[in-house]
């Protein structure tokens, strides 16, 4: 099996950071460097997905903020709307209590028809 580094599609920079050039549509010199391409791209994947994990850690908090904001300006809300229901249920116990009371109201007999 031929190493990367033996092979003309690697290259490491002064700083020591590999890179490849390799494409594995096209120039892939044995089957290992297919496998070898594979893991380069699945640690790319873990990396950027560390990445955003890390990004959603500083988030959190800030959306905990943002949630209770948000959760007390609609409780304020319903709040300050409170009134027009509570209105609506107090007509409505009216009504009720208008209809319901049938012994006040005068029914007529049998011997009446």
């Known amino acids: 099996m ?4 033996n092979c ?7 700083a020591g950071e590999v890179s490849f050039s390799c494409d594995p549509f ?3 010199k044995e089957p290992d460097c297919l496998l070898k391409w ?3 791209k ?8 560390h990445s955003t994990l890390d990004y959603y850690r500083k988030l959190a908090p800030m959306q905990e903020k ?4 948000v959760e007390r300006e609609l409780d304020d809300m319903n709040e300050s709307e409170k009134w027009k229901t509570e209105e609506d ?9 208008n209809q319901g009371g049938d012994e006040d109201h005068w029914k007529p007999s049998e011997s009446e028809f």
């Open 2 to 5: 031929m190493q990367c580094e």
């Open 8 to 14: 003309e599609f690697f290259s490491r920079n002064p």
């Open 26 to 28: 096209s120039n892939i």
């Open 38 to 40: 594979q893991l380069m």
């Open 42 to 49: 699945i640690n790319q994947m873990v990396v950027a997905y």
């Open 66 to 69: 943002m949630f209770k904001v």
């Open 89 to 97: 249920d107090s007509e409505e116990d009216d009504s009720e209590e």
